[in-house]
């Protein structure tokens, strides 16, 4: 089986990594760009439940992933799998890393090879990252 690079981004905020990390896991939805990178659209919302990340619009739900390790205030791993079978599932982590202006933020997604798409999911992911950790960002930023 052919290896698929992982997807490395980070971004840095000006918030403490403890800060960063709650606003990060505990209040994705009022930072995460639902209507564009979500399964069902504007007006469902996000949020991690019992050790698991949960799409929810209306009655009904969609698994993103399950939490792997939860260290606060310095790593969340899980898997990821958003709309797709769990069979497909790839690997996110993200550090929370102390920075002189803040903490910098470092997304590690890999484990491409499981998912259908492959390549194709990957390249996806790597232009979605950045507009999702934008969005991070700037809510981190103003609070």
């Not at 209040?27 to 991690?48: C, I």
């Not at 803040?102 to 990252?129: C, M, P």
């Amino acid at each position: 089986m052919e290896t698929i690079a992982p997807i490395r981004r980070e971004v840095l905020v000006a918030v403490p990594p403890e800060r960063a990390f709650d606003l990060f896991t505990g209040s994705m939805g009022r930072w995460w760009p639902m209507a564009t990178h979500s399964v069902y659209g504007a007006g469902a919302t996000v949020a991690f439940e019992q050790g698991r990340l949960v799409e929810r619009l209306g009655d009904q739900s969609a698994e993103w992933g399950v939490v792997l390790a939860w260290e606060p205030p310095h790593l969340l791993r899980m898997t990821w799998h958003p709309g797709n079978p769990v069979e497909e599932s790839t690997d996110l982590t993200v550090r929370f890393l102390p920075h002189d202006r803040g903490t910098r933020v470092e997304l590690v997604h890999a484990g491409w090879e499981r998912h259908a798409l492959g390549e194709q999911a990957a390249r996806n992911y790597g232009d979605g990252w950045p507009i999702v950790l934008g969005e991070f960002a700037g809510v981190a930023n103003t609070a």
